[in-house]
T-cell receptor, first 114, second 113 residues
Framework: ETGVTQSPTHLIKTRGQQVTLRCSSQ?????VSWYQQALGQGPQFIFQ???????GRGNFPPRFSGLQFPNYSSELNVNALELDDSALYLC?????????????FGQGTRLTVV | DQQVKQNSPSLSVQEGRISILNCDYT??????FLWYKKYPAEGPTFLIS?????DKNEDGRFTVFLNKSAKHLSLHIVPSQPGDSAVYFC????????????FGKGTKLSVIP
């Protein structure tokens, strides 16, 4: 059973550019959530996908968008990058997304915007 | 407005002693509480959880206590081991919608040999 994997592990982008981060969910998991962890902060919920549909969104602007594919892998896209978007982006998968369901996290993608 | 608060950024404990990590929350709609551990360059890993209908849950060396009236929970690690040194995040979720996790800022635990 493979765990949650994210790519790339590190990325440097210029302000104003666009970025795509990728996540392969754990086998058998149909729910994927994305979190942003700024330095010294806890992870903050961006959005969740359940069976290819967005199933909830945190307080992030529309330039943060996502996709979930039929194999339940997922992408996070960020347009018009800002310096404050520099953070660790975490993907988490869970089997059903139900209440109290344990989420399994990937190792994250460290994004630096310069 | 922080709904989940971990007021101690760091904690140092001697090996073999008890580690107590605290967490407070403000949203009375939270129904589930989870603790995650994070090592550098790794994603958070799940430790233990508790439902709001319980006041205690135990798993080996880890015990979580929930005081719903005080909106407070704590994680006890007994005995503490050097491998427990990590950042511990308290997280909470409701029982409707996307069940998103709301995290605290974390407490860095150092277990001294």
């Amino acid at each position: 059973e493979t765990g949650v994997t994210q790519s790339p592990t590190h990325l440097i982008k210029t302000r104003g550019q666009q970025v795509t981060l990728r996540c392969s969910s754990q086998s058998g998991h149909n729910t994927v959530s994305w979190y942003q962890q700024a330095l010294g902060q806890g992870p903050q919920f961006i959005f969740q996908y359940y069976r290819e549909e967005e199933n909830g969104r945190g307080n992030f602007p529309p330039r943060f968008s996502g996709l979930q594919f039929p194999n339940y892998s997922s992408e996070l896209n960020v347009n018009a990058l800002e310096l404050d978007d520099s953070a660790l982006y975490l993907c988490a998968s869970s089997p059903t997304g139900g209440a109290g369901t344990e989420a399994f996290f990937g190792q994250g993608t460290r994004l630096t915007v310069v | 407005d922080q709904q989940v608060k971990q007021n101690s950024p760091s904690l140092s404990v001697q090996e073999g002693r008890i580690s107590i990590l605290n967490c407070d929350y403000t949203n009375s709609m939270f129904d589930y509480f989870l603790w995650y551990k994070k090592y550098p360059a790794e994603g958070p890993t799940f430790l233990i959880s508790i439902s709001s209908i319980k006041d205690k849950n135990e798993d080996g060396r880890f015990t979580v206590f929930l005081n719903k009236s005080a909106k407070h929970l704590s994680l006890h690690i007994v005995p503490s081991q050097p491998g427990d040194s990590a950042v511990y995040f308290c997280a909470a979720s409701g029982s409707t919608g996307s069940y998103q996790l709301t995290f605290g800022k974390g407490t860095k635990l150092s277990v001294i040999p």
